[in-house]
Nanobody, 116 residues
């Protein structure tokens, strides 16, 4: 079993920055990838960024150039540095971990609100 706990959300003004973290614990073996998703008010959950076990990263067009995903393998933590935040980035952000065999785990989510 794997547990994921997100932190770092909050209220930030447009143009500001936030850094989200996701601490993973449990039976973390044979990771395929880790990723961030988000779900805005009245919207479906959408993919934001991904980092593979080999360290390859990819981003949704809406966040490319503003967000950076990273992973600390020694600490089993996933991070998302978010810069130049826009009100459209307001959402609950979820950490995702996929093991080999397509077994998915999710965190409980952390709220990010971008507002003046």
């Amino acid at each position: 079993q794997v547990q994921l706990v997100e932190s770092g959300g909050g209220l930030v003004q447009p143009g500001g920055s936030l850094r989200l973290s996701c601490a993973a614990s449990g039976s973390i073996l044979s990771i395929n990838h880790m990723a961030w998703y988000r779900q805005g008010p009245g919207k479906q959950r959408e993919w934001v960024a991904i980092i593979t076990s080999g360290g390859t990263t990819s981003y949704a067009d809406s966040v490319k150039g503003r967000f950076t995903i990273s992973r600390d393998n020694a600490k089993n933590t996933l991070s998302l540095q978010m810069n130049s935040l826009d009100p459209e980035d307001t959402a609950v952000y979820y950490c995702n971990l996929r093991l080999r065999g397509n077994v998915d785990y999710w965190g409980q989510g952390t709220q990010v609100t971008v507002s003046s």
